[in-house]
T-cell receptor, first 112, second 114 residues
Framework: DAKTTQPNSMESNEEEPVHLPCNHS???????IHWYRQLPSQGPEYVIH???SNVNNRMASLAIAEDRKSSTLILHRATLRDAAVYYC?????????????FGTGTRLTIIP | DAGITQSPRHKVTETGTPVTLRCHQT?????MYWYRQDPGHGLRLIHY???????DKGEVSDGYSVSRSKTEDFLLTLESATSSQTSVYFC?????????????FGPGTRLTVL
């Protein structure tokens, strides 16, 4: 299974951009890159996903390296509500059924 | 928010007793998943379903069984609960294959096995 590596924790100031890195050097050509986040005492929630091109949505942007061995989740203007654990995940296809394998993620702290 | 409910939300039980957790969805999504979350391990997939009566094992399936007799319900059963199964259990759903779709998660069930 392709794995991801993320820093255990990061801090950022409120109202500033946040760049959350993820390394996935063994990614295969068909693996999508997914980001989820988990707020305290809640289930994970979808943030963004992509394959090769950079992606933007209302929550964040995903920048994917040209060789696809790393990616960065960008929160353009952090708020206190963005304090969460962020998971970078590669989809894992086996026997035609795809699964997500979560790691331990990056705990993001927002400083007021 | 996606219509996913889990019941019960909290349960305390004793070692050796059977326990069934229920996940109910109102989205008519094809795929359903059960995860457990423990400190230091992130979320780990227990079992998943890709259709009614179609299920498969995840990475930590030992000691668990599942059933899906209707699209909207996915049951997780611990036949004989052990203390190592104390955890927070999350159900998730998706409509299409993971690579092209989003997983929506339920609120979780906190299970304590004494």
């Amino acid at each position: 299974d392709a794995k991801t590596t993320q820093p255990n924790s990061m801090e950022s100031n409120e109202e500033e951009p946040v760049h959350l890195p993820c390394n996935h050097s063994t990614i295969s050509g068909t693996d999508y890159i997914h980001w989820y986040r988990q707020l305290p005492s809640q289930g994970p929630e979808y943030v963004i996903h992509g394959l090769t091109s950079n992606v933007n949505n209302r929550m964040a942007s995903l920048a994917i390296a040209e060789d696809r061995k790393s990616s960065t989740l960008i929160l353009h203007r952090a708020t206190l509500r963005d304090a969460a654990v962020y998971y970078c995940i590669l989809s894992d296809q086996q026997f035609g059924n795809e699964k997500l394998t979560f790691g331990t993620g990056t705990r993001l702290t927002i400083i007021p | 928010d996606a219509g996913i409910t889990q019941s019960p939300r909290h349960k305390v039980t004793e070692t050796g007793t059977p326990v069934t957790l229920r996940c109910h969805q109102t989205e008519n999504h094809r795929y359903m998943y059960w995860y457990r979350q423990d400190p230091g391990h992130g979320l780990r997939l227990i079992h998943y379903s890709y259709g009614v009566k179609d299920t498969d094992k995840g990475e930590v399936s030992d000691g668990y069984s599942v059933s899906r007799s209707k699209t909207e319900d996915f049951l997780l059963t611990l036949e004989s609960a052990t203390s190592s199964q104390t955890s927070v259990y999350f159900c998730a759903i998706s409509d299409l294959a993971i690579s092209t779709d989003t997983q929506y998660f339920g609120p979780g069930t906190r299970l304590t096995v004494l």
